[in-house]
């Protein structure tokens, strides 16, 4: 394959697999001025060769539409892939020596940054005490962010540059801080970033995401989660730079200011409640191991509110909700909304729900009415899922199992948005196909090809593009290109145990994602029929 990263007006693609609907046994495919001019066979192909600028031998690698990850916190993900990043560590000893460590090396940060603790998969079953991060730091500020964003540990050092914080919601002498303790941390310790730490994170973020077949991201901010100049300087980033596409949300009320500040939408992490890691997910039944529902942010009067003036404006609304009660909230606001401004324009405006993990019937019925496209996380049922996971701990092992309902929410019509929430979950698209296909819970497992539309047009769908995300004349040439073994077709009466490689079934092939195959390598991924990454040899 060409190392060419400039793109010419023309380009042919071909001796490769084309995944595209336009023709299942496709070979090739020209690219034009941004756009798929062109998806043929190799023999048809050549009618095409003395024009192009470029001819790209494919060398028998399978060509799809690039991914679209439907929720990311960019500059969140960027620190904790230069950062600390603890999601793998076995143990509460082993976490405290890495922090130990990245001290060490770190003597210059005002504020040492880390992500990624679970405490409920470590042995000791319990998060750092304040008094062991004060000693394994030295007294420095230090902030960690548990796995899911919604707590943290600290020092004493950050509690000092966080006045009054000891007097907020969610500060509770030896837990980790949530609710507005939380944040008032979280804002200090991000406030201690600078403007070019910033920027080299975001960089890195999307220099990531495009080595994965990442062609657009849905960046997921508000005032909450980061800052203004953050969500303005990551939009300018990618409007100045040559990598993934980055669709802004800015989850405020005011919808004003996310108009202003080039969001498509007032939506993303517009808090509902919390997560159930940390206990702050709103049910309407208590946590199997906790004596309380969790947390409560909107009501269904202030959902109702935000979905009328957003749908007025001609903006997105949007939601993050994951426990039940918080998700029956969002329903009932938006029902009620549509009373108020029709039916047909909230069904229009086409908005969304975060994560929407704990469903039941009546509010995926709710979905479907409405037209709300569910933005959901397949990894975080790999993660938490299963009868040992952290979901049956803090619900039980009874409504564990109706979390992440995908297969149900397909089959009354709700639109389907896939994400990774990174970096909650890494940013991996084919790991999330597969996490959807071969869901813990049997029941609520869909089609490989169904998760993967989920992940390449779901998100264009997700942002009113109903013509993107696929490889058909007209679409934008946003493709990625993979280094695949064999490619196969699901058997039509089965979700994912039996595959066919039957050419009759005139169905393009994936590659086979059973769990234990290697999943495909990226080796080059374009945006606009611009090349943004292009894997080294050897």
Not at 101 to 126: K, T
Not at 127 to 136: A, Y
Not at 520 to 538: A, S
Request: net charge negative; with cysteine.
């Amino acid at each position: 394959m060409s190392e060419s990263t400039a793109t010419p007006r023309t380009v042919l693609l071909r001796g490769g697999e084309v995944h595209s609907p336009a023709d299942p046994f496709a070979t090739a495919m020209v690219v034009e001025r941004g756009q798929v001019a062109w998806v043929g066979s190799e023999g048809a192909a050549d009618a095409f060769a003395d024009g192009v600028g470029e001819v790209v031998d494919l060398e028998g690698a399978l060509v799809t539409p690039a991914f679209t990850d439907a929720h990311v916190h960019s500059t969140a993900t960027g620190l904790a892939l230069t950062g600390l990043d603890l999601s793998d560590a076995p143990s509460l000893a082993a976490a405290l020596d890495l922090v130990r460590d990245f001290a060490a090396a770190r003597p210059g940060d005002r504020v040492l940054l880390g992500h990624g603790w679970d405490a409920a998969r470590w042995p000791e079953r319990r998060p750092p005490r304040r008094e062991e991060l004060d000693e394994v730091t030295g007294g420095r500020p230090l902030y960690l962010s548990r796995i899911d964003v919604h707590s943290a540990v600290v020092t004493t050092a950050l509690l000092d540059l966080a006045p009054g914080v000891r007097e907020k919601a969610g500060f509770e002498a030896g837990q980790p801080l949530t609710r507005d303790a939380h944040h008032a941390v979280r804002a200090a310790a991000l406030g201690a970033v600078t403007p070019a730490q910033r920027t080299e994170a975001q960089r890195a973020a999307l220099a990531h995401a495009a080595s994965l077949g990442i062609g657009s991201v849905h960046e997921c901010a508000g005032p909450e989660i980061s800052s203004e100049d953050d969500f303005t300087g990551l939009l300018r980033l990618a409007a100045e730079e040559a990598g993934p596409r980055v669709v802004g949300y800015w989850a405020e009320q005011d919808v004003t200011k996310a108009r202003s500040l080039g969001a498509i939408g007032a939506a993303g992490d517009l808090f509902v409640d919390g997560a159930l890691g940390s206990h702050t997910a709103c049910l309407h039944r208590p946590y199997a191991d906790a004596g309380h529902t969790g947390t409560s942010y909107l009501d269904a009067s202030d959902v109702a509110a935000h979905v009328v003036a957003c749908t007025e404006a001609g903006l997105q609304a949007g939601f993050h909700a994951i426990g039940d009660a918080a998700v029956t909230a969002v329903v009932e606001g938006a029902r009620a909304a549509a009373e108020k401004v029709g039916l047909a324009r909230v069904r229009a405006a086409r908005h969304r729900v975060e994560h929407a993990e704990m469903l039941t019937p009546e509010t995926i019925a709710g979905f479907a009415e409405l037209g709300l496209t569910a933005s959901v996380q397949p990894a975080f049922d790999a993660l938490w899922g299963g009868e040992d996971g952290m979901y049956a701990q803090r619900l039980g092992a009874e409504r564990a199992r109706t979390l992440n309902p995908f297969a149900a929410l397909l089959r009354t019509g709700v639109p389907l948005a896939f994400g990774s929430d990174s970096p909650v979950t890494p940013l991996d698209p084919w790991g999330t196909v597969r996490a959807a296909a071969f869901h813990r819970t049997p029941e609520h497992r869909i089609s490989v090809r169904a998760a993967f539309t989920a992940h390449t047009r779901g998100g264009w769908r997700a942002i009113g593009r109903d013509e993107a995300g696929v490889l058909v004349p007209g679409a934008p040439a946003d493709y990625a290109v993979w280094q695949a073994d064999e490619l196969v077709v699901q058997a039509p009466d089965d979700r994912v145990a039996r595959w066919s490689t039957d050419p009759r079934s005139g169905t393009p092939g994936l590659p086979d994602l059973t769990p234990g195959t290697p999943l495909p390598v990226c080796l080059r991924t374009v945006v606009g029929g611009r090349t943004v990454f292009v894997r080294p040899e050897g």
